[in-house]
């Protein structure tokens, strides 16, 4: 029982597969023709494309054709400064805002929500789902005012007597970093608060008439029980920060000097300022691959529901 | 015991207030900003309380070009791209649902697999691809790709939604010589009516607020939509009025919002979310 699936030509089914009750097979694969033609078309297409274009040297404009150059686009990539600088923003910016900040933060958001009285935890809880509803470009904006020179989280320091500073050309990454946090800690809140109601009371409780502090009940208790939800959160928080575009976009462009220029960015960059498609695209294949690997690792995780 | 037991649970109460406050205040400023700045004549890139209440932000930007039209693009754009999702999803999940086959398992790995797939990564190529088939700056070829990019996640709610109304109707229905078709249209989907409405209300507010799509596949100004239009407030008009670009955020938001309370209200929060991810 592996967790690759294999792409499975459904209309290929022999006809004796199950005699089970109901309208027979060519009936019932019909419906389905519907999504695998569009998904076929315009999702396995331009994958299989992009894997194409990736070995060629594709140009936007002023090229007869295209020629295939091999490994040429990814050796390339790896002895590009920028190339190797944007992977490290892109670790830098994902262990921070992902696997730090949002997870972090949503889980203690969820393990106070069990506590708290029932007016604050509203209040909090729609304030913060809120900030992750808003479409993404609205998010930048509010954070990209929030983080200019002249903006309220300078003002707040001048009124604690804190050294001020232009967050966005000083420390961009971690601005964008804070940024995803702001916009993407609901979620991890959401599955969290989820997890830790299905655990039974009587459990904690017993714990804690023995006893047990609270770190020590997060420690022994509750984490082992809500494994699995962390373990899916962080799948599911990494694949969604890995492909943030729109957000560092309209606060920073991946600047100043490229320092809060993550994958997206770079590729985007180099596919249309710079003209090289399939330079570009070598770079998202690679990054489709990262992706491709935690999805595996997210379907493993859910193996058993499926 | 008892006694302390109780106290401690209310010094702990009180403790985890403090503690959520302290968050929701820190959340709370951007949000604020946003609303106060809309309403403010004189808004800049702060918290403040804004010098004197006007509606002239509102007044300004409420017109064909800045308001309407995105906006308008947007609904055409995510509507008719919903309604593909939707009614792809619906069908693709009832064999999947109701006939077993050794290839629904298979099937539904793909599925959950392209649902967790970086779409950002391919839009380079999508651009190259829509380039040469002659799809690109056409809202049909735009409304396909976020049809096709919003299905995997839609078949596999559909799907486990679907699960929960139980066979025994149909079967019934079947004897009396219905087609699947008819069972499924007459029977099912009255029964899974908040499903079907809570992937309606995710696709349309996933690509409301998707702006790398439009932004790549989409060329002509007259035909951007609202996640897209927003950045002229920077580029094209010259100097920033916050004030508008406030107002225009608040406009753009307000229907995402709006439909997400409507679902959460109904399915009791997070919009089943928690749920669904964990299949």
New interface residues.
Partial sequence: MT?T????P?TK?PQN??P????RLP???L??T???V??L???A???A??VY?AFTD?QLTGQAQESFVGLGNFTRAFGDEAFLNAVWLTLVFTVLSSLIGQNT?GL??AA??????KP??T???G?????W???????G???Y??F?R???LN?ILDWLHLPAQNWLFTLPILAVSFANV?RGTA?SM??Y???LNEIPKEITEAA??DGAG?WRRLWHITLPMIR??IG?NL??NT?QT?????LI??MTRGGPGGRSQTL?LF??EQ?FQNSL?GY??AV??L??LV??L???V??RL?RT?? | MALT?ASR?TT??L???A???V??AA?????A??VL?ALDPHA?????APDGLTLANFDAILTPEITFTPLLNSLILCGSATL?TV???V??A???S??????N??????I???T??????????????FVQVDLIDTMHGTI??F???Q??FA?WLMKNFMDGVPRELE?AA?TDGA???QS?VRIVLPLMGPGVGVVTVFSF?MM?????VP?MLLLTPDQMPA??S??DFFGNRGMVA?GQ?AAF?LV??TP??LL?VLVARRLG???A???A???
């Fill in positions: 967790a699936a294999p792409h499975a459904l089914a597969a199950h089970a009750r109901g309208p009936v019932r694969v419906p389905l519907p999504a695998v569009l998904l078309l315009f999702l297409g331009p994958i494309y992009c274009i594709l933060l203690a958001l106070l929500m069990q506590r708290a009285s604050v935890r209040l909090t809880g304030i913060v789902v809120t900030a509803v808003l479409p993404e470009v609205v998010a904006f509010l954070l005012a929030f200019r002249e903006g309220t003002a702001w979620f959401l599955v608060s989820a997890a804690e008439v609270g699995r939800s899916t799948m599911l694949l890995l492909s943030v575009f729109g976009w309209v997206p590729m985007y596919a498609i570009g695209t998202a294949l990054l489709l992706g491709s935690f999805s595996l997210y379907l859910l529901e499926v | 037991l649970r702990r109460r403790a985890a207030d503690g959520l406050l968050v929701a959340f709370v400023l951007p949000l900003w946003v700045s800049n890139l702060r918290v403040k593909l009614v792809c999803a069908l693709a009832y064999p999947l109701r006939f077993h086959s050794r290839f398992r298979p099937f539904l790995l793909t959950l697999f392209a967790s797939l970086p779409i950002t990564a391919i839009m380079v190529p999508v651009y190259a691809l396909f790709f049809a096709a990019t299905l995997p078949i079967e079947w087609s699947s078709l499924l507010v409301w607020g998707n702006f790398f932004f996640s897209v927003i950045n916050y670009l955020s753009y938001s995402v919002i997400y929060g997070g919009f979310l928690g749920g991810v964990k299949g």
